[in-house]
């Protein structure tokens, strides 16, 4: 990554560690754009998007994701509230004029989240299938045992904790997740970029950075409320893409609730594409982020 003078990492002092960010772009001048990276992936997933911009964008590795050195415990984890107040405190510390505001799945909801509270930081606001369900699973979130439940019964929260997390080598992750689950319609380029930001070398070669026990744990701690923080989107530079193939993690009359905001011309959903879309058709993304940014 180091070869590529488009790009650079940089670790930023948190109140409990520190986070990872790739810089895409100019650095000397001010970020004009932050991404908050899906469940499972890392910031560096997102350069097929974020490098055409031809702007000085940065993607987070949240908690527990790509290279960020910051504590997680699986068991401890109920909501997405942590994700939203390391976003909080990386915004007071590190974004100094306004900027786009962009996330993919619980990374769009984390965005979401922490709105209220860095709205006068942020410039607009794109979604890439945030993870809006109802409110019934926020009740069920607190019932005791009810988590460990979820993670046995819920395919994907199963799936993820039997994720394989070791390979020999990157060329062997490659292969193995290539066209596969939910890399899926990936191309090569989008599927390196995934493996780069999210392997890391050990002993035995190299493992994947985020813990699919904590990737897991994610999918189930559904304890915290997005529709609170919906009003606090930016209304007139805000656009939500929601997909429907094989399934959405949305449901009706929560995209109907974000059309209220920011407008139903500005909340699409799309059933011809699936949840991972920004890397099936970075073009598109990359054209959402651009209206964004030029409003």
């Known amino acids: 990554m180091n070869s590529n003078p488009t790009l650079t990492r940089k670790l930023y002092d ?3 560690g520190r986070i990872s960010a790739v810089h895409f772009g100019d650095m000397s001048a001010p970020p004009r754009l932050v991404m908050l990276n899906a469940n499972g992936f890392n910031g560096y997933s997102y350069k097929t998007i974020l490098e055409p911009l031809g702007v000085h964008a940065v ?3 949240l908690r527990g994701h790509g290279m960020s050195e910051l504590p997680t415990d699986v068991n401890a984890l109920k909501n997405w509230h942590i994700f939203r107040d390391d976003v909080v405190e990386f915004f007071g510390r590190y974004i100094e004029s306004p900027v786009v505001l962009a ?10 989240l922490a709105m209220p509270q860095i709205k006068d930081k942020v410039s607009g606001y794109v979604g890439f299938d945030p993870v809006v369900i109802p409110g019934i699973f926020r009740a069920i ?3 005791p045992g009810s988590r460990a439940y979820m993670k046995a019964r819920l395919p994907i929260a199963r799936n993820a904790g039997r994720r394989r997390s070791k390979f020999d080598n990157l060329e062997t992750a490659f292969e193995r997740y290539k066209n596969r689950g939910a890399f899926r319609g990936f191309t090569d380029e989008a599927l390196r970029d995934y493996l780069t930001g999210g392997l890391i070398a050990d002993a035995e070669g190299m493992k994947l950075a985020c813990d699919p026990l904590w990737e897991q744990a994610i999918f189930v701690a559904q ?3 997005v529709f609170k923080a919906i009003p606090h989107l930016p209304r007139n530079n805000s656009h939500v893409t929601f997909a429907g193939k094989y399934g959405a993690v949305s449901f009706k009359s929560g995209r109907n609730a974000i059309a209220k905001i920011i407008g139903a011309e500005n909340v699409v959903f799309d059933k011809n594409r699936a949840h991972m879309f920004p890397m099936h058709d970075p ?4 054209g959402r982020l651009r209206e964004a940014l030029n409003p």
């Open 283 to 286: 073009d598109y993304a990359t």
């Open 59 to 61: 993607a987070l590795d």
């Open 223 to 225: 304890g915290h409320n």
């Open 14 to 16: 948190l109140c409990d």
């Open 141 to 143: 979130n607190r019932l």
């Open 103 to 112: 996330g993919h799945s619980y990374g769009a909801v984390t965005a979401m």
